[in-house]
């Protein structure tokens, strides 16, 4: 009797159209526990826009500032309107359309990541996804495979997971990290044969950590977050450097005189300038202690020294490169340092 | 009474502050350098401190151990000639680095120079 009652229930059209509401729910719930939140269960096209953008054809923050720094400029207004727009849109996808790009530098990869990465850390509401697709040109293909940059935005992994190749070296940080400063100078001693003294690296590191740790970085800075990136290229006999922060450029941060100060709310000041006189040793450190200042000399005295090559600092306006200086038109967001050294074997780079 | 940084502290010297993380020149001054030297100051004995065998010293580090102990002796309100006294009789050593030698006097002296100035 009771068997029977059963098998009208469950043969019943509306206990089976309930069961495939109640089924539905379930997988939602599911879904929501896997993902920790509730866009996961929306339809993902129907909340997904795509943005995509070209690079120029040289994308390389020194060869190529202007045009460069205006693309990733472009890229994080875009980022930055995103996390602020009120939108059903759940998702963005930016995609960088690398098809035409036939040289790329190390250090527009760099700008690239900490645009990248602060966007994830700052779109609490929204998901950013980022897309790269591979360059026609060889030589920029491998380059960008090797690095390891195109796993890292498809798989959306944390800088800690870059897997670049062995000639290459990726690291981040916050403070004056002496544990990271040491692996630097490993890895440049390891790869050059033990042929380069590291001393005049280290100190160059120690000055450009402890700089970003105190000046770079203030509350009203709030489009990135505090830290710095250094990227390391064993390229033949050279080691190429890039240290990088996103803080507010030595530009702002340095000491001014007060007719630069008029100057530079009329908008006519040389950054560039500045940031020379500031390598010069000019007094122009923000504390105003007469004990401080010191760590710009510091950075460019290798240079003088012939213990680096091609030192060029590239921060908001200001380009300084042992060649020429000028404004451009573009600003950077922060400070980027690039120098090389040269490895070869045998060749004594002690101070 | 000798001090080698490397050996006795650190083959990784960091920045200037505590703040800045491990291994600054205020943790190396306050932790071990300013104790031995308050000692020194009572027995006249020399302290000889060895740059070598680090990974390098930044500006930075090098300003705030020597120039910040200058300055730390003056707040600790001892008399600038036994502090004069003291700054002679500490030896920098570096054979990897002889450059740093003179650098370290320099902070040294600049911060005597600025503290009397201040005192007077």
Redesign the interface.
């Known amino acids: 009797m009771q068997i029977g009652v059963l098998d009208i229930r469950i043969n019943n059209p509306l206990r089976k159209e309930w069961k495939k509401r109640n089924d539905r729910k379930k997988l939602r719930n599911r879904l929501h526990r896997v993902h920790g939140k509730k866009q996961a269960f929306h339809s993902k096209e129907r909340f997904k826009k795509i943005e995509s953008f070209s690079p120029p054809t040289i994308l390389s923050v020194r060869k190529n500032p202007e045009a460069t720094i205006k693309f990733f400029n472009n890229i994080l207004e875009k980022v930055k309107k995103i996390n602020i727009m009120h939108t059903e849109i759940q998702t963005y996808v930016i995609h960088i359309e690398m098809q035409c790009v036939m040289e790329i530098t190390e250090d527009a990869l760099m700008y690239l990541l900490t645009i990248a990465k602060n966007s994830r850390l700052r779109a609490k509401k929204k998901t950013i996804l980022w897309r790269i697709n591979s360059p026609t040109d060889k030589k920029a293909k491998e380059y960008l495979q090797n690095s390891g940059f195109i796993i890292f935005f498809e798989q959306h992994q944390s800088i800690d997971t870059i897997e670049c190749v062995d000639n290459m070296n990726i690291t981040h940080g916050t403070?004056?990290?002496?544990?990271v400063?040491?692996k630097v100078?490993d890895f440049v001693k390891e790869k050059s044969n033990e042929s380069v003294s590291?001393?005049?690296?280290?100190?160059m590191l120690?000055?450009l950590?402890?700089n970003t740790?105190?000046h770079a970085y203030t509350n009203s800075n709030i489009t990135f977050f505090h830290s710095w990136y250094i990227f390391l290229e064993k390229h033949e006999n050279i080691m190429r450097v890039t240290f990088m922060d996103n803080g507010l450029g030595i530009p702002n941060t340095i000491r001014k005189k007060n007719t630069e100060k008029i100057l530079k709310i009329c908008g006519i000041m040389s950054e560039h300038k500045l940031v020379f006189s500031a390598l010069k040793g000019e007094f122009r450190s923000e504390t105003k202690n007469?004990?401080r200042g010191?760590?710009l000399p510091?950075i460019y005295e290798p240079s003088l020294n012939g213990n680096i090559k091609d030192l060029t600092i590239i921060s908001n306006k200001a380009f300084y490169s042992e060649k020429n200086g000028q404004d451009l038109k573009n600003s950077l967001n922060g400070t980027m340092f690039y120098w090389k050294i040269e490895c070869m074997k045998g060749e004594n780079n002690e101070? | 009474m000798k001090i080698n940084i490397a050996k006795d502290y650190?083959?990784?010297?960091?920045?200037?502050t505590r703040?800045?993380?491990?291994?600054?020149g205020e943790d190396f001054r306050e932790n071990i350098l300013l104790n031995k030297c308050l000692n020194a100051i009572d027995t006249e004995e020399k302290i000889e401190v060895d740059l070598d065998g680090g990974?390098?010293?930044?500006?930075?580090?090098l300003?705030e151990v020597f120039?910040g102990l200058i300055r730390r002796l003056f707040d600790e309100q001892i008399a600038t000639d036994k502090i004069k006294n003291l700054k002679d009789r500490i030896i920098v050593k570096s054979d990897?680095?002889p450059?740093l030698i003179k650098q370290v006097y320099t902070?040294m002296e600049?911060?005597m120079a600025?503290k009397s100035q201040y005192e007077k």
Do not use: H, I, W
């Open positions: 403070n004056v990290d002496t544990e400063m040491k100078c590291t001393k005049f690296l280290y100190k120690t000055e950590m402890s740790t105190q007469k004990n010191k760590g510091e101070n | 650190t083959e990784t010297p960091g920045g200037r703040k800045e993380g491990k291994f600054s990974y390098g010293y930044g500006s930075s580090f300003e120039g990897e680095e450059a902070y600049d911060a600025e």
